[in-house]
């Protein structure tokens, strides 16, 4: 049976967080060269293989570079911050688990995905994102190390834990080529090396997904909201909407909760995307404005 449930969920702890007034954002440049972006109009250069802070309050705010030109995205109260990424350049979040001893493992089990950079698989802990905004899911950032000690000093009194880091996508190829013990490896199927790709930028969507009919009947509280939510450039109409979403994501979730064991595997497939893509876009610290 599927479970419908991770979006209420979603919703539920961002409303449980504190506000800021402003948001750290980090952002990064992976190419060889230096690069210079402005933000509201402020100059911010970036020197090749680094990054920078900046803090950003919630609203409208604008982006410019030679490559996108000008980007209008709204910063989201109660976001967590996270990656710029101007270059809309790979990057592969990776987990690793931590533990005292084999026995506590599998109490810190990690869900492995099949990802390819540069038509190059891998398998693991990981996922690959090549947005403008990614947003904060990591314990370490881009440019930290990520520590590669399982020992008890990384651990507390539970037995285990999972630290997440975010890449670059270069940088994911040496830590997977050192964590497997296979120097070069990269290589050897692409003798080129990594060829970064060119990705277009992603506005957020217009809309929610589709749904069935069963479900859409109930789901117009939602996208209604979600419309309103892409226009809000203030911190008070942000919550006030964060906070009727979480109302109205509690009643869609009653009124559709029998509804689906009387219908097709697709339709629960999509109304999982429905709720998923729905708790992702309304807890994002930023959105590109479409």
């Known amino acids: 049976m599927i ?16 506000t800021s007034p402003s948001q750290t954002f980090e952002i990064d440049n992976p190419g060889d060269t230096p690069l210079t972006l402005r933000i509201d109009g402020n100059e911010l250069p970036i020197a090749a293989h680094a990054s920078r802070p900046v803090k950003l309050k919630p609203g409208e705010h604008h982006l410019q570079t030679p490559a996108l030109g000008d980007v209008r995205f709204i910063v989201y109260a109660r976001g967590k911050g996270g990656l710029i990424n101007p270059t809309l350049g790979e990057y592969v979040i990776a987990s690793e688990v931590y533990v005292t001893g084999e026995d506590k493992r599998r109490h810190f089990g990690t869900v492995d995905n099949h990802i390819a950079l540069g038509g190059v698989g891998f398998d693991g802990p990981y996922s690959t994102t090549h947005a403008l905004f990614i947003d904060h899911a990591w314990t370490f950032g881009v440019r930290e190390p990520f520590p590669d000690e399982q020992t008890v000093a990384h651990v507390d009194e539970t037995g285990g834990r999972i630290n997440t880091k975010i ?24 003798p080129a090396g990594y060829q970064a790709p060119t990705y277009t930028l992603e506005p957020a969507p217009t809309a929610l997904p589709a749904l069935d009919p069963a479900f859409e009947r109930h789901a117009a509280p939602l996208r209604e909201l979600y419309a309103r939510y892409l226009k809000a450039t203030t911190a008070d109409a942000q919550l006030q909407l964060q ?15 029998a509804l689906g064991a009387g219908l097709p595997v697709e339709a629960n497939e999509a109304y999982n995307t429905f709720v998923q893509t729905r708790g992702s876009l309304m807890g994002s610290a930023a959105l590109v404005v479409p």
């Open 243 to 257: 906070q009727e979403a979480f109302q109205a994501q509690m009643a869609f979730t009653a009124a559709t909760a």
């Open 167 to 190: 890449f670059t996508a270069a940088d994911f190829i040496d830590y997977a080529e050192a964590r497997s013990g296979q120097p070069g490896a990269y290589r050897r199927q692409q």
């Open 3 to 18: 479970t419908r449930f991770a979006g209420l969920l979603l919703a539920a702890l961002a409303l449980s967080g504190c």
